[in-house]
Structure formats: structure tokens, C-alpha cells
């Protein structure tokens, strides 16, 4: 069964760092386009950032360059998003999505086939 599980999410205060990771089972993730995305409540979901498969080029929100890092290890089959600087408006459910054979990040929500089920991130003084 194909399943992308991402963990790391909690409550940071303003200045906090986090690192999110998202594991893929059941297909081989060195071989997708994988992408990360963030909804806060009452708001559209919007991407973060986002990494081509075989990590060919990398995307950035405007809101987050400089302080988030998308990577990816191939042997766990994880892909991971180091958050630094954490800002209140980071807050939000944060997603991780993967799409077969894309050889540029993939942007937009219509543009994955597969999703986790998101991991909480909180910061607040």
C-alpha cells in the first residue's frame, strides 16, 4: 500500500527550529517529485517547498527562503523539511505529497497523486 507518514510537528516558540520528516512506503520515493505543504485554519492550503525527483532543481515559498530546507535521504525514503526561524504565521497542518516522474518541483495542490495525513506545527510564546 503506498503511504507517505510525516512526523516532527509540535509546539515551538517564535525563533524555534523544527525539522519534519515524511517516510514513504510501498513505492521508492528517489523517484517522485516531492512536495511540502502547510494549511492554517480558515485558510488555503499553500505550498512551502518543493523538490523535483532526482532533486534536479528545488522550490521555495517567498514567506520561507532563507529559513526552511527541503532534502531528501534515499535510504530511509524519507524526505525531510528543516524549519529555522520559526515565525508565528509558520503555524499550521503541514502536508507531504508525492508525484511519479517529474523532473521540476510541482507546485500546486492538483499536481500530486499521493498525500499524508499532516503533522501539526504550533508557534507561540
Known amino acids: 500500500q503506498v503511504q507517505l507518514v510525516e512526523s516532527g510537528g509540535g509546539l515551538v516558540q517564535p525563533g524555534g527550529s523544527l525539522r519534519l520528516s515524511c517516510a514513504a512506503s510501498?513505492?521508492?520515493?528517489?523517484?517522485?517529485?516531492i512536495g511540502w505543504f502547510r494549511q492554517a485554519p480558515g485558510k488555503e492550503r499553500e505550498g512551502v517547498s518543493c523538490l523535483s525527483s532526482g532533486d534536479v532543481s528545488t522550490y521555495y515559498a517567498d514567506s520561507v527562503k532563507g529559513r526552511f530546507t527541503i532534502s531528501r535521504d534515499n535510504a530511509k525514503n524519507t524526505v525531510y523539511l528543516q524549519m529555522n526561524s520559526l515565525k508565528p504565521e509558520d503555524t499550521g497542518v503541514y502536508y507531504c505529497?508525492?508525484?511519479?516522474?517529474?523532473?521540476?518541483?510541482?507546485?500546486?495542490?492538483?499536481?500530486?497523486?499521493?498525500w499524508g495525513q499532516g503533522t501539526q506545527v504550533t508557534v507561540s510564546s
Open positions: 505529497a508525492a508525484q511519479y516522474g517529474s523532473s521540476r518541483p510541482l507546485r500546486d495542490l492538483y499536481e500530486y497523486d499521493y
Open positions: 510501498g513505492f521508492t520515493l528517489d523517484y517522485y517529485a
